[in-house]
């Protein structure tokens, strides 16, 4: 799946949402002659039309919408220079938890974290 970049996504469900409105407009406008033409049950014909347009519409951009959404999943996707290499590397990257809001001069939960399990950093340069 091709990923695409912050501001094509905003773009994409942008224009999904304005053809929707348009779409919801015209249905209206369809509604309202349908009613106009039809023999009897004018309000009846006019939701009917109006229901029957409207809703599918929005179902398939909510969907289109989160397939957008999916596409664009380059936001946790960062270049990093890691130790020990030249180059920059693309690394995917997940936010796991918020930090919470501490006063100030007092360190919060989050950073006092149990690190046993972690790696250390001079085996990171080869040592």
């Known amino acids: 799946m091709r990923e695409i970049s912050r501001y094509k996504e905003a773009l994409l469900i942008s224009i999904i949402r304005i053809v929707a409105n348009?779409?919801?407009?015209?249905?209206?406008?369809?509604?309202m002659y349908m009613a106009q033409t039809s023999?009897?049950?004018?309000m009846m014909t006019l939701c009917a039309w109006f229901f029957g347009v409207t809703i599918p519409t929005w179902i398939v951009a909510l969907y289109l919408t989160?397939?957008?959404?999916?596409l664009a999943r380059g936001r946790s996707v960062s270049m990093v220079v890691l130790p020990g290499s030249d180059k920059p590397c693309l690394v995917?990257?997940?936010v796991i938890e918020s930090p919470r809001s501490a006063t100030p001069g007092e360190k919060s939960s989050w950073w006092e974290a149990d690190l046993s399990h972690a790696t250390d950093p001079s085996s990171f340069f080869g040592a």
């Open 66 to 70: 989160r397939y957008v959404r999916r």
């Open 22 to 31: 348009i779409i919801m407009v015209g249905a209206i406008f369809l509604g």
């Open 39 to 42: 023999v009897g049950g004018g």
């Open 92 to 94: 995917e990257w997940t």
